[in-house]
């Protein structure tokens, strides 16, 4: 078994960070829900798409270590690690943001990896970690990676008609946005991906 584990909105969790962000920034009532969802939907509404844009790379950039994991995300790739079964990071993402300060977004997303133990102290070594620069190549990753399963927070990419066939599709659902699919094992918490694939009963 070998489980590819998505990176953005899978790994990391971005709903408290783009709510802090945006309210420093003056952009956001205090009250709206920390969530990612409602702080991008709120600065569309308000014609403010530009500062979301920009925000973004703040966020994935330069306060990318403020972010937290997903609960239970780091005690399922402590037991994975644990119980020798092998997990990879793969990630899509732009190397700079669309707009803003040049960040280096894959440079600190493997700073978040060490920083939050992923890296050594969890099993997973640099060179599990693969952040690539499109879709296309994110796909092939998974498959030359050979992953069995793949964890990801989104529906349309588990359904790329080049996603490797061999390749268990997880879709990672915590807000619960998404009905039930013969295509994919949804869970809504990473305690459900655990029972799901690590508990061998
Ligand atoms: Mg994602």
């Not at 399963?149 to 990419?157: A, K, Q, R, S």
């Not at 359904?159 to 619960?176: C, G, H, I, Q």
């Not at 013969?182 to 991906?193: P, Q």
Request: hydrophobic share 35%; charged share 30%.
């Amino acid at each position: 078994m070998i489980i590819g584990v998505d990176f953005d909105n899978t790994l990391v969790c971005y709903d408290q960070l783009f709510h802090k962000v945006a309210l420093e920034q003056g952009l956001i009532p205090a009250d709206l829900p920390q969530n990612k969802s409602e702080v991008r939907n709120y600065l569309r509404k308000i014609g403010r798409e530009d500062d979301w844009t920009e925000m973004q790379g703040v966020v994935y950039g330069a306060r990318l270590n403020e972010a937290e994991a997903f609960p239970g995300a780091r005690q399922f790739l402590r037991l994975a690690s644990a119980i020798g079964t092998e997990v990879r990071i793969v990630s899509h993402k732009t190397r700079q943001p669309y707009r803003g300060e040049p960040y280096d977004l894959h440079a600190a997303a493997r700073g978040w990896l060490k920083r939050y133990c992923v890296i050594s102290s969890m099993g997973l070594k640099e060179e599990d970690a693969f952040f690539e620069l499109t879709k296309a190549d994110k796909l092939a990753r998974i498959g030359a990676c050979g992953c069995t399963h793949f964890i990801d927070d989104l529906p349309e990419f588990l359904a790329e008609p080049d996603f490797p066939s061999t390749t268990r599709k997880v879709l990672f659902d915590p807000n619960e946005l998404y009905p039930d699919s013969a295509d994919y094992l949804r869970c809504t918490s990473w305690e459900k991906i655990r029972e799901s694939l690590l508990d061998l009963k």
